[in-house]
T-cell receptor, first 116, second 111 residues
């Protein structure tokens, strides 16, 4: 089956630093990837939709200058949390839509970010 | 944004019992999917039901969809301790758009 990987799986950083999270589709092309955030004991909240070769579309309330998304190829999207603060600590999950099977989205294993 | 509510928010049962979780949504959908998430882990896709389907089975899972009521239910039969997890419904409103998740039900199955 289709596999989506995320790297890193865990990151701890100091307040004010920037953190980059990678999302890769390993065996299929993903023209669209999605980024979600999940706080403890809560559901997944969509942050942005990332389309290969174009600017990401952000959900209301998500700061595009703080959460930079780059979808440079059909298999890689990156989310950079700039000047991270403790309130950005969360579980970040990406998903990728298979170009040929549009109903199906494959989720990465998630990246847990802790900002001290 | 989130589609709607799942109920119950938390459910505790004994092994062997059935567990039923409900999900309501607000907008028209193309499909509805159920996912499981073990604590601190990623999502596991369980089942997808399309808007023109009413019921679907997969192993011990049974999903129903009532588009007139904008609701779905997930039934897990003969539950096991390993079924302990959070369960989320997610809706897709047209091919290619992001899935929108419900708030989830936390299921605890004790042996």
């Amino acid at each position: 089956g289709a596999v989506v990987s995320q790297h890193p799986s865990w990151v701890i950083c100091k307040s004010g630093t920037s953190v980059k999270i990678e999302c890769r589709s390993l065996d299929f092309q993903a023209t669209t990837m999605f980024w979600y955030r999940q706080f403890p004991k809560q559901s997944l909240m969509l942050m942005a939709t990332s389309n290969e070769g174009s600017k990401a579309t952000y959900e209301q309330g998500v700061e595009k200058d703080k959460f930079l998304i780059n979808h440079a190829s059909l298999t890689l999207s990156t989310l950079t949390v700039t000047s991270a603060h403790p309130e950005d600590s969360s579980f970040y999950i990406c998903s990728a839509r298979d170009f040929w099977r549009t109903e199906t989205q494959y989720f990465g294993p998630g990246t847990r970010l802790l900002v001290l | 944004s989130q589609q709607g509510e799942e109920d119950p928010q938390a459910l505790s049962i004994q092994e062997g019992e059935n567990a039923t979780m409900n999900c309501s949504y607000k907008t028209s959908i193309n499909n509805l999917q159920w996912y499981r998430q073990n604590s601190g882990r990623g999502l596991v896709h369980l089942i997808l039901i399309r808007s023109n389907e009413r019921e679907k089975h997969s192993g011990r899972l049974r999903v129903t969809l009532d588009t007139s009521k904008k609701s779905s239910s997930l039934l897990i039969t003969a539950s096991r301790a390993a079924d302990t997890a959070s369960y989320f419904c997610a809706t897709g409103n047209q091919a290619g758009t992001a899935l929108i998740f419900g708030k989830g039900t936390t299921l605890s199955v004790s042996s």
